[in-house]
């Protein structure tokens, strides 16, 4: 196996600690950079010292905020100044996590923010690989509370294909250990249902009883939701825990 060195930005987080643990479980080796580790990426504070001698960096980190100034602001800075700091060093693969469907959502901020990142990656000149993923199944419940009002959780009918953080995490990782794509590649869920219905199942499993309507109007961001808004419209790599497998495995753990 040729070994490599992957440093991970947001290496602390949901995505970023399951990519740290399977690059290691690799036999790899992973470095782990965020603020709990002395790198800012928006001040560039330990961005420099931290890419000597990686082979690949992996971009999961998030914003502090979702306001939409503000998120677009985060990305853009902390994109340009990882891109010089892999320069600098000789990086030679750059990998970041996106969202399926950011460029379809034109009035979500933050799906708008993930296309500038995404923007300051491509031209670069640092060979990358963009991962766009589906939202994650640990989400599910954040989406339910906040699209409800007044104790019903209201959704639109565009279909939703979840994926497992896990997923999502040995999915990068396999990326970053292999030649950068110089494009996109797409990750969801195994299953594909409405909205309205995906997050009905998923409350019913959880034991939560707030009725879910499929309401037309109901934004994701502030961003309308069509039919195809937030699923691949092509092939995309499919994860292969659904949603009860995950709530199973949630429960043994």
């Known amino acids: 196996m040729n070994k490599k060195r992957v440093v991970v930005i947001g290496g602390t987080g949901l995505i970023g600690s399951r990519v740290v643990r399977i690059l290691e479980a690799a ?10 580790t002395g790198v800012n990426t928006i001040t560039g504070e330990g961005l420099s010292a931290v890419m000597k001698g990686a082979d690949a960096v992996v971009d999961v980190s998030n914003a502090p905020s979702f306001e939409q100034k503000a998120v677009q602001e985060f990305f853009e800075t902390s994109g340009k ?14 990998v970041l996590l996106s969202i399926v469907g950011s460029d379809r959502m034109p009035e979500n901020g933050y799906f708008n923010a993930k296309v500038i990142q995404e923007g300051v990656a491509i031209t670069s000149g ?8 589906t939202q994650f199944f640990e989400f599910l419940g954040g989406i339910a509370d906040g ?5 019903v959780v209201r959704l639109s009918g565009g279909m939703f294909q979840p994926i497992a ?15 950068a794509i110089r494009g996109t590649v797409e990750i969801a869920g195994p299953e594909r249902q409405p909205f309205d219905v995906y997050i009905r199942r998923y409350l019913q499993a959880a034991g939560d009883p707030r009725p879910v309507e499929r309401d037309p109007s109901a934004r994701y961001f502030g961003g309308t939701v069509l039919v195809d808004s937030l699923v691949p419209l092509a092939q995309a790599r499919l994860g292969e825990l659904n949603l009860e497998h995950w709530l199973n495995r949630r429960v043994a753990a």
Request: charge should be negative; aromatic fraction near 2%; glycine fraction near 8%.
């Open 27 to 36: 036999g790899h080796d992973p470095v782990v950079a965020a603020l709990e």
């Open 81 to 94: 100044n990882i891109a010089r700091a892999e320069a600098q060093a000789g990086v030679r693969h750059h």
């Open 126 to 133: 640092i060979p990358f690989s963009i991962v766009r993923s």
């Open 147 to 151: 699209n409800t009002v007044d104790g």
């Open 165 to 179: 953080a896990d997923e999502v995490a040995a999915a990068l990782a396999d990326v970053a250990v292999g030649s």
